[in-house]
């Protein structure tokens, strides 16, 4: 009997935490709204954004490509970078099948990195810096005018976006009579 007992108000119990953790009919309105304004926010920011990223992408890699030949220029060397992987062992302590320990040989990898100066040809790297600047300068141009086109979409879309923001507005106000 004492164990049906304590079933039925552990089972009360959990109904009511599920009962009092539900949302509103009130709630459920006024979020429903927000997330129609978030939505609508989304899409204001969504006209080339894949294009502008992929720009700006570009531009910091150009950019990364002018310091490199800088530095360069700067040492008037080249630094080549190779990694090395080598293979050893080292001894270990293992264990046999009765747990005894024992000193056996553990495998063991270490890489190296090894940098190597290269001489440069310096009219040859000029060339590649002077490249590189136009290529940053063309990427820049066409950012700004993405950027511009960008903008003159986003005021296309603002009365949209203001009407539907209205009509959240009256939907939220409907919620509020819930």
């Given at each position: ?97 009765w747990l005894n320990p024992y000193y056996c040989p553990v495998p063991t990898r270490k890489t190296e990195t090894i940098q190597t100066p290269v001489p440069i ?46 009509k959240v507005a009256s939907a939220i106000q409907r919620c509020q009579n819930l």
């Amino acid at each position: 009997m004492k164990y049906i007992m304590n079933k039925f108000i552990y089972i009360a119990f959990i109904s009511f935490l599920l009962i009092s953790c539900r949302e509103s009919p009130k709630e459920i309105c006024e979020n429903e709204a927000n997330m129609t304004v978030k939505s609508i926010e989304a899409l204001m920011k969504k006209p080339f954004q894949s294009e502008i990223s992929a720009l700006s992408s570009e531009i910091r890699k150009t950019d990364r490509n002018i310091s490199e030949i800088e530095k360069n220029i700067e040492r008037g060397y080249i630094l080549h970078v190779q990694t090395e992987t080598k293979r050893g062992s080292k001894v270990g302590i293992c264990y046999n099948e009765w747990l005894n320990p024992y000193y056996c040989p553990v495998p063991t990898r270490k890489t190296e990195t090894i940098q190597t100066p290269v001489p440069i040809n310096f009219t040859e790297e000029k060339s590649r810096l002077k490249f590189f600047e136009s290529k940053l300068l063309k990427l820049r141009d066409e950012l700004k005018i993405l950027k511009k086109k960008r903008d003159k979409e986003v005021k296309k879309l603002e009365p949209q976006y203001t009407n539907a923001k209205k009509k959240v507005a009256s939907a939220i106000q409907r919620c509020q009579n819930l």
